[in-house]
């Protein structure tokens, strides 16, 4: 089953700009699929952040933005908060119709 | 307001086969757009997909666990059921099941997810 791929760690300090890669294949992302991305406080249920690539639901600040090229995707986080330490993941879909998450980033707040 | 919930056993013995109920509220199983999918956590470790369920009763398996998974669904009871055969240790994890909205014949974003089950698989 294919995997999306996603650094383990990234870190930054308040107000600082971090960004989360994940790439994907031409199976899923590079198949023009949707990338969609979850925040998961620590022991919380994961909570979508970001859907269809570059879309923020209602409540979501806008300093976390996504965008997607070719097979792979980012979730930028601009203004770093104290609260965004969390886990984040990506999500798609592939071409055998199931569903794929990334392996996991783990954001902290210096 | 849209909830998920999760039940099921929270100790399994190796070999045993685990079912979980995922019963929903706030939208319904036939609603066209929207689906079921089950994800699981094992402790410490990232999330997996592990199948969906859409209201046409399309259904899809992880490539890796569908000789063991079967996702099904009651529509009138609001309800989406999921069993695991042959459980084993490394089936350990917190299980969640999530709403799937769909584009066409493909799941898209999971939203909301239920609390989540820790099931422990162990003699």
């Known amino acids: 089953q294919s995997v999306l791929t996603q650094p383990p760690s990234v870190s930054g300090a308040p107000g600082q700009r971090v960004t989360i890669s994940c790439t994907g294949s031409?199976?899923?992302?590079?198949?023009?699929?949707?990338v969609h991305w979850y925040q998961q406080l620590p022991g919380m249920v994961p909570k979508v952040l970001i859907y269809r690539d570059n879309n923020r639901p209602s409540g979501v600040p806008d300093r976390f933005s996504g965008s997607k090229s070719g097979t792979s995707a980012s979730l930028v986080i601009t203004g770093l908060q104290a609260e965004d330490e969390a886990d984040y993941y990506c999500q798609s879909y592939d071409n055998s119709l199931t569903g794929v998450f990334g392996t996991g980033t783990k954001v902290t707040v210096l | 307001q849209v909830t998920l919930k999760e039940s099921g056993p929270v100790l399994v013995k190796p070999t045993e086969t685990l079912t979980l109920t995922c019963t929903v509220s706030?939208?319904?199983?036939?609603?066209?757009?929207?689906?079921v999918s089950w994800i699981r956590q094992p402790p410490g470790k990232a999330l997996e997909w592990l199948a969906h369920i859409f209201s046409n009763d399309e259904k899809s398996y992880s490539t890796s666990l569908k000789n063991r998974l079967t996702i099904s669904k009651d529509t009138s009871k609001s309800q989406v059921v999921l069993t695991m055969t042959n459980m084993d240790p490394v089936d350990t994890a917190t299980y969640y099941c999530a709403r799937t909205t769909i584009f066409g014949v493909v799941g898209e974003w999971f939203d909301p997810w239920g609390q989540g089950t820790l099931v422990t698989v162990s003699s």
């Open positions: 031409s199976s899923n992302i590079g198949a023009g699929y949707h």
């Open positions: 706030g939208f319904s199983l036939s609603n066209s757009r929207m689906g």
